[in-house]
């Protein structure tokens, strides 16, 4: 496996300075991380600028970049699409089996130490199967690592494969007939990519499909798109949990559907602040989604990109928005409610959880 790279803390002085007034180091030290389920990351968004070179090495594939702080230079982002370009653009080194592997392998490492204890992963195929690389090189060689995460790294997983909006429906219905035959190795589909201007209702008898073949459903919708699409996520395509959905503050109405169904939200702050959802980590809706009663959780998005793992985000949130324990507590729960997990292990994480010492 390659070098893991520099940690998280030094990745984010590396690339991009201090986050925030009070930066990235969690106000927590000689206490282990709050135990967590992740719930939305993309394994592509794992892929650190060091191992996306070596790679490209390995493949014999150019990247218009001298080096690992070269590749960080160019993680300035002005918005989600300004984003996607870039991350299209360097997963094209993802190429055989064992890239995907050590890609699973180094996230895993990472979540680790971030005190993760189960994750749902996406991962995009259509991006893959574009460049010609099909959906069992890319599941074959994640589940050779993912397989076994609880005996190797003490963290069960699980695949959520997204369909890119952008795209549409029709290649979407594609990709989930074409994943039929892995259906044991993925619990769910999720809906991701360009979000303004691909409103989810046109994906309903995709999702309908899905629900019918087993899978759960979820959806990436209001970190750019506007609260229609939220709803729109909730009435047509029946998802039992919301992707970012920070835009959701914008709708009194909609906050109180969220809050009376208790719909998960996926919430990833540093993802908001470099994508420019939000302007800076202090204005974060996060506070205010507590407040009302949302069954808010807390996450990585893509973490290579943005600057910090899950346990950077929790850690922030506590420096800059001076989020108490207790409240930590309850985001790192609504993680393990949340998850497609059975009850006895939910019961087992909540357990750890209820043992995190306080500081
Ligand atoms: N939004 C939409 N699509 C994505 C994201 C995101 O934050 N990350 C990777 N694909
Ligand atoms: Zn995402």
């Known amino acids: ?10 990745r984010a002085e590396i690339s991009h300075g201090s986050v925030g007034a009070a930066g990235a180091d969690p106000p927590r030290a000689g206490r282990p991380p709050i135990p967590k389920a992740e719930l939305h990351v993309h394994i592509e968004g794992t892929l650190e600028a060091e191992l ?9 594939i150019s990247l218009p970049y001298q080096d690992a702080k070269d590749l960080r230079r160019a993680y300035e982002f002005s918005s989600l699409q300004s984003f996607l370009d870039l991350y299209y653009a360097t997963m094209a080194v993802l190429c055989t089996e064992q890239d995907f592997a050590d890609l699973a392998s180094e996230y895993l490492e990472r979540a680790s130490a971030q005190g993760v204890r189960h994750a749902e992963i996406f991962f995009d195929p259509q991006a893959h199967a574009e460049r010609g690389i099909g959906l069992a090189r890319v599941i074959d060689g994640l589940w050779s690592v993912l397989g076994s995460s609880e005996q190797t790294h003490g963290i069960s997983t699980a695949l959520i494969m997204c369909f890119l909006r952008e795209r549409g429906p029709a290649a979407a219905m594609a990709s989930l007939e074409a994943a039929l ?4 190795r993925i619990i769910a589909v999720g809906l991701d990519g360009a979000e303004v201007g691909h ?3 046109a994906f309903s008898d995709v999702f309908d499909r899905a629900r019918a073949e087993g899978f759960r459903c979820v959806a990436h919708a209001g970190e750019e798109g506007p609260p229609s699409y939220i709803w729109d996520s909730l009435d047509r395509l029946r998802v039992s949990r919301i992707d970012h959905g920070v835009r959701c ?10 809050r009376d169904e208790q719909t ?4 990833c702050p540093l993802s908001n602040l470099r994508l420019g959802v939000v302007t800076e980590l202090a204005r974060h809706p996060l506070p205010r989604m507590i407040e009302a009663g949302l069954a ?20 922030l949130l506590q420096a800059v928005l001076g989020m108490t324990d207790p409240q930590l507590r309850t985001m790192a729960e609504a993680s393990f409610r949340a998850a497609f997990l059975a009850d006895e292990a939910r019961a087992r994480h909540l357990d750890a959880l209820a043992g995190w010492p306080d500081g």
């Open 249 to 258: 503050v914008e709708d009194a109405a909609l906050v109180a559907r969220l």
């Open 296 to 315: 808010v959780t807390v996450n990585s998005d893509d973490p290579a990109y943005f600057g910090g793992y899950i346990d950077d985000n929790y850690g």
């Open 264 to 267: 998960p939200l996926t919430v």
């Open 199 to 201: 409103p989810p209702a």
């Open 1 to 10: 496996m390659a070098d893991p790279g520099p940690s998280p803390t030094a």
């Open 52 to 60: 996306a070179l070596l790679l490209a090495g390995r493949n014999g």
């Open 181 to 184: 035959p892995f259906r044991d």
